[in-house]
């Protein structure tokens, strides 16, 4: 999968991880605009695994939030998705993300995407200096998040074209009806319609008020 380099270069590996709860155009304009700008063969989209203690809200089922995704990069023939992060047991870390991925893909130079909001984090992440050591990063600018380089010369930041979309804002357009047309790929509206997801809950045993 992905496309071949010019002979003698290294693939370049794009690395997009998230959850996925849905996948939106979001993810989708920050990865194709990385993907253009830093000449990337390939971006892989890495969902990650389900949370082994029950964190402020239910995140959906591993398998949904893959298939979306899969739904959401079929039509790019440069996009690709990895199971490594849901079959691995245990809480997601970007560093056993990057690990997995170095060892399935020895050729490759790696680039972790990430947006603004998550970058911030990065300083606080374990094992840092090993996650410089294996890819370089690429921060993308989120409305409503500044975007910080950490003062480092191995992360580079990216301006991509503003799309005021989030997972969480998604999710309650759909719990409260309204449409997610445009904001996710028409075959994640429907995936979403399909499997009832983001739905109020209705158990049949509630009495109706
Ligand atoms: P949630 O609201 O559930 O947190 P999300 O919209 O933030 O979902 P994630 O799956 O958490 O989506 O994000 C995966 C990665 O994509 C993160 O690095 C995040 O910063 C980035 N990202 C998400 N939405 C955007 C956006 N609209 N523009 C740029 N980057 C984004
Ligand atoms: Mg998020």
């Known amino acids: 999968l992905g496309h071949k380099p010019a002979a003698g270069r290294k693939v ?4 997009m991880g998230g959850t996925f709860d849905p996948i939106h155009h979001g993810h989708l304009v920050a990865a194709s605009e990385v993907a253009a700008v830093f000449g990337l063969d390939e971006v892989v989209f890495v969902p990650t695994g389900e949370p082994w203690q029950k964190s402020h809200r239910e995140v959906s ?16 023939p440069r996009f690709t998705v990895s199971r490594v992060d849901i079959d691995r047991p245990g809480r997601t870390y970007t560093i056993d993300t990057l690990r ?5 893909r020895p050729e490759a130079e790696l680039f972790f995407i990430t947006g603004a909001d998550a970058m911030a984090q990065i300083v606080s992440w374990k094992d840092k200096d090993e996650l410089w050591a294996l890819a370089h990063f690429v ?12 003062g480092r010369d191995d ?4 301006e991509v074209p503003a799309m005021a979309i989030s997972s969480t804002d998604c999710r309650e357009r759909v719990a409260h009806d309204h449409p997610v047309w445009y904001l996710v790929p028409d075959g994640v509206v429907q995936y979403i319609a399909k499997h009832r997801l983001y739905r109020p809950v209705t158990s049949g045993a509630e009495v109706p008020a």
């Not at 921060?139 to 950490?150: D, F, I, Y």
Request: glycine share 8%; charged share 15%; no cysteine.
């Open 100 to 104: 997995d991925l170095r060892a399935a």
């Open 139 to 150: 921060g993308v600018t989120r409305p409503g998040h500044v975007l910080h380089n950490l």
């Open 61 to 76: 089922p591993a398998e949904h939030r893959y298939l979306m995704t899969v739904i959401a990069t079929a039509s790019n």
């Open 155 to 158: 992360v580079s930041l990216l």
């Open 12 to 15: 370049r590996l794009g690395v």
